[in-house]
């Protein structure tokens, strides 16, 4: 992964999205930080609890997303729901990105 020419904060994202780091609003209750009051649902679809996998995942929403890069890129491939899946499964052809 740090092989890959990508801006240094892509890279960092990334490496944070794989390990499960960053501060969903899952992790946010479980360290007793306050939200709104039942504001735990998705960002994008209101439907289910929020964590990084299924922002960036497992969404609807994200989903679509994906799908578009994948037809625009010509590949054809089942979605991964989690961040180690999807980079093990669409890092073997990729060396260079620029974003």
């Known amino acids: 992964m740090w092989q890959i020419k990508t801006p240094h904060k892509m890279t960092f994202l990334i490496w944070r999205v ?13 360290r007793q930080i306050q939200i709104q009051q039942g504001d735990h649902l998705c960002v ?16 609807k929403h994200a989903q679509q997303i994906w799908w578009r890069w994948y037809n625009l890129l010509g590949i054809t491939s089942v979605l991964p729901n989690s961040a180690p899946e999807h980079f093990s499964q669409n890092s073997s052809g990729l060396r260079v990105i620029w974003f």
């Open 18 to 30: 794989i390990l499960d780091r960053l501060p969903g609003k899952v992790k946010l209750h479980r």
């Open 44 to 59: 994008f679809c209101n439907e289910v609890v929020e964590d990084a996998s299924r922002l960036f995942f497992s969404c």
